[in-house]
């Protein structure tokens, strides 16, 4: 199998909740990552992404957090990916009608992404879109302006 290939089964797995092996999944196309900084990265993003939309919210919200610090990560990409997860447990909040929870998780939101500079959609957030349906496009034209 290929690293796109454990990609699409380790999101596969996790949207049948079957987490033990989509993360076996996901383990298997980090090998493919060959030491490539960036494709690690991604797969780390793109790991916690898949686990946030199999209701592991916590974990994977703490692992993007960390990443975001990390210096060999994109900040930029990271702090989308954030907002982006804040935005959808933001909506989860008030459809429950939770209404403080929303206003933490829509103030993390911006926060997350206050620093993003006028500058084209990172080529990583295109991704996101062929693979989990995010409209990146539509989020950092309301965020930058563009």
Not at 25 to 38: K, L, P, R, V
Not at 60 to 83: K, M, N, T, Y
Not at 87 to 94: C, D, N, P, V, W
Not at 119 to 124: I, L, R
Request: aromatic content about 10%.
């Amino acid at each position: 199998m290929s690293f796109a290939g454990y990609i699409a089964k380790g999101i596969a797995l996790c949207g049948k909740q079957q987490i033990e092996e989509a993360t076996i999944a996901f383990d298997m196309a980090f090998t493919f990552t060959q030491g490539n900084m960036d494709a690690t990265v991604f797969l780390y993003l793109v790991k916690a992404i898949a686990l946030f939309n199999a209701n592991r919210h916590k974990w994977a919200l703490q692992r993007v957090e960390s990443l975001a610090g990390d210096p060999s990560a994109d900040p930029f990409v990271c702090a989308i990916v954030l907002a982006s997860l804040r935005i959808q447990l933001g909506t989860i909040a008030l459809n429950s009608a939770h209404h403080s929870e929303a206003v933490e998780h829509f103030t993390a939101a911006v926060r997350a992404t206050t620093f993003l500079t006028k500058s084209p959609v990172p080529a990583a957030c295109e991704a996101f879109t062929v693979l989990f349906g995010w409209d990146m496009g539509a989020l950092w034209k309301l965020q930058t302006g563009i």
